[in-house]
């Protein structure tokens, strides 16, 4: 009797660990409400893309630096607290780091990038569709963690959002779990945003430009439900302000090449650049 009890058991663990494996690469996080592409209506040229899953938010600002107006992304990662009772009444809110990364060149041999914490990051979501950012820059600190002198004092930048593709491609969300980060695991460190509504995909490429520093491609392309594939124009934009800069400037863009992605149906896909294939699949990261 106890050798057959025993048995029992090994197979049921056996099972639950095969479910367990099979709930992780089917991704049993529904893409959640307030996941996205946010920005502010009226200074286009800047975005905030959200992804939640479970309790857990990863997000990249793709911005400009300083006053020089050239493209860059920070990253935040942290959780989201459900129903949190504020003068807004009953929000979700998400509070993370801020971190900024450095990186390989596009199209040179990989290394791993390094990351260095940037500032601090909380966003309000009053609704699925109205939210408000708020990010602290800290600065680059050197290795041990001071402060470089030639950097100026921490500034908090805040900003109202709203849902980006709801206002230019008003329509259902495509059904499909592609909406929201892709990366490949041999370039860990270069990431995909992608969100895709009412037949039009929308999707940021963050990655890192000849100095090492964060730099970051758009890409728009019709993509219906049934569609597994898209070839687009890769455009690269400079001359804008931060996120919630007092004085906006509007930001220009350049085409820099193309690219081609094909969705496969296991949640992995085929994206081809520059005589180059990326092996994408959907990121993991929530609990």
């Given at each position: 009797?106890s050798?057959?009890?025993?048995?029992?058991?090994?197979?049921?663990?056996?099972?639950?660990?095969?479910?367990?494996?099979s709930?992780l690469?089917?991704?049993?996080?529904?893409?959640?409400?307030?996941s996205?592409?946010?920005?502010?209506p009226?200074k286009?040229?800047?975005?905030?893309?959200?992804?939640?899953?479970?309790?857990?938010?990863?997000?990249?600002l793709?911005?400009?630096?300083?006053d020089?107006?050239l493209?860059?992304?920070?990253?935040?990662?942290?959780?989201?607290?459900?129903?949190?009772?504020?003068?807004?009444?009953?929000?979700?809110?998400f509070?993370?780091?801020?971190?900024?990364?450095?990186?390989?060149?596009?199209?040179?041999?990989?290394?791993?990038?390094?990351?260095?914490?940037?500032?601090?990051?909380?966003?309000?979501?009053?609704?699925?569709?109205?939210?408000?950012?708020?990010?602290t820059?800290?600065?680059?600190?050197?290795?041990?963690?001071?402060?470089?002198?030639?950097?100026?004092?921490?500034?908090?930048?805040?900003?109202?959002?709203?849902?980006?593709?709801?206002?230019?491609?008003?329509?259902?969300?495509?059904?499909?779990?592609?909406?929201?980060?892709?990366?490949?695991?041999?370039?860990?460190?270069?990431?995909?945003?992608?969100?895709?509504?009412?037949?039009?995909?929308?999707?940021?490429?963050?990655?890192?430009?000849?100095?090492?520093?964060?730099?970051?491609?758009?890409?728009?392309?019709?993509?219906?439900?049934?569609?597994?594939?898209?070839?687009?124009?890769?455009?690269?934009?400079?001359?804008?302000?931060?996120?919630?800069?007092?004085?906006?400037?509007?930001?220009?863009?350049?085409?820099?090449?193309?690219?081609?992605?094909?969705?496969?149906?296991?949640?992995?896909?085929?994206l081809?650049?520059?005589?180059?294939?990326?092996?994408?699949?959907?990121?993991?990261?929530?609990?």
């Open positions: 009797m050798k057959i009890m025993n048995r029992f058991v090994l197979i049921s663990i056996f099972f639950f660990i095969v479910s367990g494996l709930l690469l089917n991704n049993a996080y529904a893409f959640d409400g307030k996205g592409w946010w920005y502010t009226g286009d040229g800047t975005g905030v893309s959200v992804e939640i899953q479970g309790n857990t938010a990863f997000v990249a793709f911005t400009y630096y300083d020089t107006g493209p860059f992304w920070m990253t935040g990662y942290g959780s989201i607290e459900r129903n949190v009772q504020n003068r807004f009444g009953t929000s979700d809110v509070t993370g780091t801020l971190n900024y990364w450095a990186g390989w060149p596009l199209g040179s041999s990989y290394y791993a990038p390094t990351s260095y914490r940037f500032g601090s990051i909380k966003i309000i979501f009053f609704s699925d569709d109205d939210a408000e950012i708020s990010y820059v800290e600065g680059f600190k050197s290795a041990s963690g001071a402060k470089k002198k030639t950097e100026k004092e921490p500034v908090t930048f805040t900003a109202k959002l709203s849902k980006f593709m709801k206002d230019v491609s008003p329509g259902n969300l495509d059904p499909r779990d592609i909406n929201g980060w892709w990366y490949d695991p041999a370039y860990n460190g270069m990431g995909f945003f992608m969100e895709v509504r009412g037949g039009t995909a929308f999707l940021t490429w963050y990655h890192y430009g000849p100095d090492t520093l964060p730099l970051w491609w758009t890409c728009t392309a019709p993509l219906g439900p049934s569609d597994s594939h898209l070839s687009c124009d890769l455009l690269q934009w400079q001359g804008g302000s931060s996120i919630g800069a007092d004085q906006y400037r509007k930001p220009s863009a350049a085409t820099v090449g193309s690219m081609n992605l094909t969705i496969n149906n296991n949640r992995t896909a085929l081809e650049w520059n005589g180059t294939q990326f092996h994408l699949q959907r990121f993991v990261f929530g609990n």
